[in-house]
């Protein structure tokens, strides 16, 4: 996780997937992935 210039916590995509129709996308890194989990 990287701060942008205000301190503020910056995620990075690693990887995007679709599974059932879903696109899905893995912040963070390999060892501690995150997700979003939202309704749609």
Request: glycine share 4%.
């Amino acid at each position: 996780m990287k701060e942008n210039s205000k301190n503020e916590k910056v995620l990075k995509v690693i990887s995007e997937t679709e599974i059932l129709g879903k696109k899905i996308k893995m912040y963070g890194n390999i060892e501690f992935p995150l997700f979003l989990a939202k309704r749609c």
